[in-house]
C-alpha cells in the first residue's frame, strides 16, 4: 500500500488546515488509519487513529477539540481536520496504516509526510 499525504502548509495561530492521506496500490480493507507527526529534533508521535468502521477514533491529549479524524472509505482516503492550530502543532505530518493503536510500531505502510508551519 502507498500513501500520499497532502495539505499541509503555513497558517497563522488559530487559522485551520485539513489534511489528507490516499492510499493505493493494494488494499487497506480492515486496516486503521493514523496521523502522527515529528517536529524538529523531536521524536514521532502519535496524533490520531481510526478504525476501518470510522467507529473507533482515538486522539493525542493536546489536540482533542482541535484535531477531527475521519475517513472515507470509498475514496481510500483518511482526514485530519486541524482547527485552532498553535505554533507547537508545527511538524511534519505523517499518515500510516495498519492495527488500530498509537504506537508507530502498530503501522506497516506511511506515508511521505506534508510539512504543517503555525506561526504565531
Known amino acids: 500500500v502507498q500513501l500520499q499525504a497532502s495539505g499541509g502548509g503555513l497558517v497563522q495561530a488559530g487559522g485551520s488546515l485539513k489534511l489528507s492521506c490516499v492510499a493505493s496500490?493494494?488494499?487497506?480493507?480492515?486496516?486503521?488509519m493514523a496521523w502522527f507527526r515529528q517536529a524538529p529534533g523531536k521524536e514521532r508521535e502519535f496524533v490520531a487513529v481510526i478504525s476501518w468502521s470510522g467507529g473507533l477514533m482515538k486522539v493525542k491529549d493536546s489536540v482533542k477539540g482541535r484535531f477531527t479524524i475521519s475517513r472515507d472509505n470509498a475514496k481510500s482516503t483518511v482526514y485530519l481536520l486541524m482547527d485552532n492550530l498553535k505554533p507547537e502543532d508545527t511538524a511534519v505530518y505523517y499518515c500510516?496504516?495498519?492495527?488500530?493503536?498509537?504506537?508507530?510500531?502498530?503501522?506497516?505502510?506511511w506515508g511521505q509526510g506534508t510539512l504543517v508551519t503555525v506561526s504565531s
Open positions: 496500490g493494494g488494499t487497506n480493507a480492515n486496516y486503521a
Open positions: 500510516a496504516t495498519g492495527l488500530y493503536g498509537s504506537r508507530a510500531a502498530d503501522f506497516g505502510s
